[in-house]
Structures are given as C-alpha cells and as structure tokens.
T-cell receptor, first 118, second 110 residues
C-alpha cells in the first residue's frame, strides 16, 4: 500500500529557532500534499494544501510566513516552522495524494511529527 | 460553518460491540469517512461511505448513514484490545476538503 513518512517523528527546540519537517511519499508520486495540525484532544485542522511546483494554498488564519511549505518534488514536501514559539507546540501530520486528494481513499497520512517548543 | 461532532470517549468490554456516533452539518457532503489513530501515529482510513448509501459492511465494521438526520455511525463487532484508539469521523465538503471531528477515544475493558 501507499506509504507516507515524516521526519523527524519528534523534535524539541528552543523558542525563536526554526524547525523543518519533511513529508515523503515512499512508493508513489504525490501531486498534492496536505499539512494538518492536531492539538491535544482536538481534531485535525488543515493548515495548507500544496501542489508540486506551485505555491501552497493556506487555510484562513494560518500565517504563511510562519509556516513555510515547499513541495519541490513529487515525493517530498517540507513544512518549516519559523521562529517557533511555545504556542506552536503541536502534532503536525502530513498526507499525500496521487490524484489531488479528497474523495475515497486517495489521501495517505504520515505518522506525524510532535513538535515541542521550550 | 461546517462542523462534525462526535462524543469524546467510549468505553466497551472486550468482545462486545462498539458503536461510535457522529453528526455533521454539511448537507452537500459526498463522502463520509472513519479514520483510526493509534497512539503517536498518523491516521489510517478504516472505511468510507458515499452519501447515497445508507449502510456499508466490511468484516467487523459496519457503517450506517442517515442522511436526513446527518448522522453517521461506526459499529465494531467483537471489539478487541487492538481496537483501542481514537476514531475520527470526517466528511468531504463541497471544496473537496476533509473536515474532521474531534475524535472518539475508544477504551477497551478486559
């Protein structure tokens, strides 16, 4: 089946530093990748949608300068949390789709990255 | 705005059936999903149902959809300890975006 990996699985950083999270589709080419954020006991909130080779589309309320998304290849998307602060601490999950996402089972989720900002 | 609601916690004895309920508000939802999230892991799609269906069965899983009441349920027969997880209900909105509920934590009693 389709596998999506994320790296790192967890990261602890100091306030003010930047953190990069990678999302890779291992056995398929992902035309679209999605980044979600999950707070404790909360649902997943879609942060942005990225299509390979073009700028990401951010959801309302998500700061694009804070959460930089790059989808430079069909198998890799990165999320960089710039100048991280404790309120950015969360579980970040990516998903990848070979055909644009949505619908039936075409979004494959990564295992998530837990970010803790001290 | 669109909303998906589900109870936060369910406790079931091993071997019994688990029924997780969900309500949604978007009448234009075309697909409804159930995802499973095990501790520290990402989401796994368990099953989905198209909005013109009212039931779908897949081994131990049964999904019931009442489109009139915008109510979706997931029944897990013969619940096992490995079923312990958080179950997310989600729907696909008119913009092809998946809207998630907050998740129901299923706890299995011995």
């Amino acid at each position: 089946g389709a596998v999506v990996s994320q790296h790192p699985s967890w990261v602890i950083c100091k306030s003010g530093t930047s953190v990069k999270i990678e999302c890779r589709s291992l056995d398929f080419q992902a035309t679209t990748m999605f980044w979600y954020r999950q707070f404790p006991k909360q649902s997943l909130m879609l942060m942005a949608t990225s299509n390979e080779g073009s700028k990401a589309t951010y959801e309302q309320g998500v700061e694009k300068d804070k959460f930089l998304i790059n989808h430079a290849s069909l198998t890799l998307s990165t999320l960089t949390v710039t100048s991280a602060h404790p309120e950015d601490s969360s579980f970040y999950i990516c998903s990848a789709s070979p055909r644009g996402g949505g619908r039936t089972d075409t979004q494959y989720f990564g295992p998530g990255t837990r970010l803790t900002v001290l | 705005g669109e909303d998906v609601e589900q109870s936060l916690f369910l406790s079931v004895r091993e071997g019994d059936s688990s029924v997780i309920n969900c309500t949604y508000t978007d009448s234009s939802s075309t697909y409804l999903y159930w995802y499973k999230q095990e501790p520290g892991a990402g989401l796994q799609l368990l099953t989905y149902i198209f909005s013109n269906m009212d039931m779908k069965q897949d081994q131990r899983l049964t999904v019931l959809l009442n489109k009139k009441d915008k109510h979706l349920s997931l029944r897990i027969a013969d619940t096992q300890t490995g079923d312990s997880a958080i179950y997310f209900c989600a729907d696909l909105n008119r913009d092809d975006k998946i809207i998630f509920g907050k998740g129901t934590r299923l706890h299995i009693l011995p």
